[in-house]
């Protein structure tokens, strides 16, 4: 059984995109748990109506550790509200992930839209990137697949770090089982931390915070200024 574990705070504008998304996946067996951080709005109304199992969460690595406690499969989907799934891409994914034999993965990213530039910034820096570092440095953006034994031998996601949660974790899963990138197809990904906070600073905060966390540790104060659940309704 597959669990898609969301964590979510305010995302009523969001969330129901990436449901519907799911729901297109024509998968058979499987949940969705959103770990929600006390949203304002009609957040979790949305995913009550959706049929999703909805827990109290926390910041993105603490909602994450509490939605994957609760799961029923033991293979987890950890997904961002930033995600859109296209059409069969869910079961391309878990195909090439079971064909590779593969404990662990990230996937490719494209962005929300059809502007080309924005499309030639994700392939220029996180998809060359993350294929060219799989063997090295293992990087995720959003997607994040592992079988749930692994997730439980590392001890789920660090709780105390700020920023780069999901690449210390990625860091940690990979030392201790098959890790790889999926390319069989590419997943969407919202362009409004961008949009919001402009493509050179974003770049270079996670670059910078990549950097951090891979040769010093992780990031535990709050240096880069990071918020969870900032965003304007009006960003894409």
């Known amino acids: ?65 509490e939605g994957a406690r609760v799961a029923q499969g033991d293979l987890l989907l950890f997904l961002d509200t930033d995600n859109f799934l296209p059409e069969g891409s869910l079961k391309k994914l878990l195909e090439e992930f079971e064909k590779r034999k593969l404990d662990a993965a990230g996937c490719l990213v494209m962005p929300l839209g059809n502007e080309k530039i924005p499309k030639l910034i994700y392939d220029l820096t996180y998809n060359l990137a993350a294929r060219l570092l799989e063997k090295f440095i293992p990087i995720p953006i959003g997607f994040f697949l592992a079988k749930k034994k692994f997730h439980q031998k590392i001890g789920g996601y660090n709780e105390e770090i700020k920023l780069g949660e999901d690449l210390d974790y990625t860091k940690r899963v990979a030392r201790i089982s098959r890790f790889g990138i999926l390319k069989s197809t590419k997943v969407f990904y919202s362009q409004r931390r961008f949009k919001k906070e402009g493509y050179l600073k974003v770049i270079l905060k996670h670059f910078l915070s990549g950097l951090y966390t891979v040769f010093i540790g992780g990031i535990k104060s709050n240096i880069f200024k990071y918020k969870f659940g900032h965003y304007d309704k009006n960003n894409k």
Do not use: F, H
């Open 1 to 65: 059984m597959l669990s898609i574990i969301v964590p979510t705070l305010n995302e009523e504008k969001w969330l129901p995109r990436l449901l519907e998304s799911i729901k297109k996946q024509s998968l058979e067996d499987y949940e969705v748990v959103v770990a929600d951080a006390g949203s304002k709005d009609r957040t979790v109304e949305i995913a009550k109506d959706a049929g999703c199992r909805v827990i109290a969460g926390g910041l993105p690595a603490k909602g994450r550790n």
